[in-house]
């Protein structure tokens, strides 16, 4: 993958609190997507050097991690994986649409 591939699949979503760039778990593909999305931020110094975003396997299923040294998340089918501007976190489908909207 290019390192600027994951542009493609990262977009802006709108409005509450803030607008967020965010890529959803659809298919086991946007994980590797989301791995070198996390990595050009890190690169870029909007997130911490601590934080990483790896593919494992739970239960038979594909899932992401991400970790910052403090937590981590899980990023599961259906899921998405956020950044606001303060850091990035794992959102559940339900939570993710209560929140926000696409800017398309």
């Known amino acids: 993958m290019r390192s ?26 946007a994980l590797g997507t989301m791995v070198a999305w996390v990595e050009s931020l890190r690169q870029a110094g909007h997130v911490g050097s601590r934080v990483r975003f790896s593919v494992q396997r739970c239960g038979g299923v594909r899932v992401g991690v991400l970790e910052d040294g403090k937590r981590v998340d899980v990023l599961r089918p259906k899921g998405f994986l956020v950044f606001d501007g303060k850091g990035l976190r794992v959102l559940g489908e339900v939570e993710f649409w209560r929140n926000y909207h696409t800017a398309e």
């Open 4 to 29: 600027d591939e994951w542009r493609s699949s990262v977009r802006m979503y709108l409005p509450w609190p803030e607008p967020v760039r965010a890529a959803r778990y659809g298919d086991p593909g």
